[in-house]
């Protein structure tokens, strides 16, 4: 019988890809098949994250509950993953000598070796180096294929912005040879997949070796908007996503990409972490309020319907009241959808850790709490506002809440529930906006119009017109069936 591994994810999109991609390579490797339930696991993975929060003492807590387990099953092994075990490494086994493995973001290909190496030597392994990009190399293809599919194109961060942990546990900035990208969206959008989201610390940071991944030095490189380019040209790719963007990497290619590419979705997330000056020198994050002003404002001009998201920082060592107003100031002024916003967590090891603090805790969070408000005040804006438009619906599935109902994502990333048939799963259709709630949006499918694809096959004798041989590919709604003029 086939092994079963239940996987853990915290933290980012990052994340949650590795953590498929651990799957994959324990899947082609040993035919290890995933579980819901640690209980039934022969191997159980944490894949953490340490960007914020008391991260290391979640997952010893976390480990601390799966630890019996070991008793009931003496076979099952336990890996510890991503950030916190990049960060730790040994330490990890030392401080809970029932972990197995530890392995880094960089490192989760070598798995399946590792797990082998333990069980033939019975010592805890732990490899959390930074191989750079043999990790791509080395990945299966996916296993199962959605109709959004997840594509990393670079891994790491050399921006070492004060407060983050990112570049000292995922390493510096490596971008992955521009065919080997290409290859990997073709193969997905010939497995069904019809969006593809672009995944990287910083995507327009992006420089892809050309020419394949030999060792010739005077090979050109791809940058992001190319990149870009390239994607949209791919038979059966009919949306592109990317996360994260930063602002100081933002050029003009890539604005002027909102005009020749039309694939390319409506939302930008950009992180923004503060409105003021002073605090995002002190973050280091390399661009003035004015800088990033003009990229949205740039962006708006090619694509006036644009979507913007964005991350914040509250309460970085040093914020003023002041400092907090202009942050509060710029996301009415930029009008920000739909955004994250976060309590400055310190991170060891990083310089901002260093940093002294004069404000109480109270104030930051009554801080964050008026920053959300006015955030989620915005986000609810832009869904009324699209109340009554026709939106370009990518359906994923079945709606959650909704039992019969199919839901998509918008262009602008809002989740949409209509009716309609299961056959318009995996399909790009018109959807009415009828109704914001409080997180989704409710509309009607719009069937196309004459010449399009919807008829139903009329009765025999009756006054309609069959559509020609191959036009019919999805019936309408129940009650939607329309006379041909
Ligand atoms: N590459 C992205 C960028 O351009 O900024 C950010 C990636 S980071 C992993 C995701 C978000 O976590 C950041 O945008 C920031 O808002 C938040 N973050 C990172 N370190 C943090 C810390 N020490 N405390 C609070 N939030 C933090
Ligand atoms: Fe972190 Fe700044 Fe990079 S937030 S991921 S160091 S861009």
Excluded: W
Excluded at 66 to 71: G, N, R, S
Excluded at 315 to 324: A, M, N, V, Y
């Amino acid at each position: 019988m086939a092994q079963k591994l239940y996987i853990k994810t915290f933290g980012c999109q990052m994340n949650e890809y590795d953590s498929a991609k651990m799957a994959d390579v324990l899947a082609a490797a040993d035919g290890m098949q995933t579980t819901a339930d640690p209980a039934e696991a022969d191997v159980i993975v944490f894949n953490t994250c340490s960007v914020r929060e008391k991260a290391q003492e979640k997952v010893f807590h976390d480990l601390g509950r799966v630890k019996h387990l070991k008793q009931a099953r003496p076979g099952l092994l336990i890996g510890v993953g991503g950030c916190v075990a990049s960060q730790e490494g040994a330490a990890i086994v030392a401080r809970a000598p029932y972990v197995d493995v530890v392995f880094g973001p960089q490192t989760l290909h070598r798995l399946p070796a590792l797990l082998e190496a333990r069980r033939r030597t019975g010592k805890a392994q732990v490899d959390i180096s930074f191989p750079e990009i043999e990790k791509f190399d080395r990945l299966p293809p996916a296993q199962r294929v959605g109709v959004s599919a997840f594509v990393s194109i670079m891994e790491g961060c050399s921006k070492y912005c004060s407060f983050c942990v990112v570049p000292y546990t995922r390493g510096e900035e490596v971008s992955r040879p521009f065919e080997d990208v290409l290859t990997e969206v073709a193969e997905l959008a010939l497995s069904g997949a019809k969006e593809v989201t672009l995944l990287g610390q910083n995507v327009n940071a992006y420089r892809g070796h050309v020419g394949g991944a030999g060792g010739d030095d005077a090979r050109e490189s791809a940058d992001f908007a190319l990149l870009l380019e390239y994607v949209a040209e791919i038979p059966g790719i009919e949306r592109i996503r990317y996360t994260t963007s930063h602002p100081k990497d933002f050029t003009q290619r890539l604005i002027d990409a909102y005009g020749s590419i039309p694939k390319l979705a409506s939302h930008v997330h950009l992180p923004l972490q503060s409105g003021s000056d002073r605090v995002l020198a002190g973050m280091k994050r390399g661009y003035t309020t004015l800088e990033y002003k003009s990229i949205i404002r740039r962006l708006r001009a090619v694509r006036p319907d644009i979507s913007i998201s964005s991350d914040f920082i509250v309460g970085f060592p040093g914020e003023t009241q002041s400092d907090f107003e202009a942050t509060m100031k710029l996301v009415g002024e930029l009008g920000f959808d739909d955004s994250f916003s976060f309590l400055y967590s310190p991170r060891p090891g990083t310089p901002a850790a260093e940093l002294a603090d004069a404000t109480p805790l109270p104030v930051k969070k009554e801080r964050l709490a008026l920053l959300q408000a006015q955030i989620e005040a915005q986000a609810g804006a832009v869904s009324h506002a699209m109340i009554g438009s026709a939106q370009q619906v990518l359906v994923e599935g079945a709606a959650k809440k909704y039992s019969g109902e199919l839901c998509g994502r918008s262009s602008n990333n809002r989740t949409v529930n209509f009716a309609g048939p299961p056959e318009l799963i995996g399909r790009m259709v018109e959807v009415q906006i009828t109704a914001a709630l409080a997180h989704t949006l409710r509309g009607e499918y719009r069937v196309p119009p004459s010449g399009g694809e919807c008829r139903v096959p009329p009765p025999v004798g009756e006054n309609r017109v069959p559509p020609p041989v191959g036009e019919c590919r999805v019936p309408p709604p129940a009650g939607e069936c329309r006379l041909v003029e």
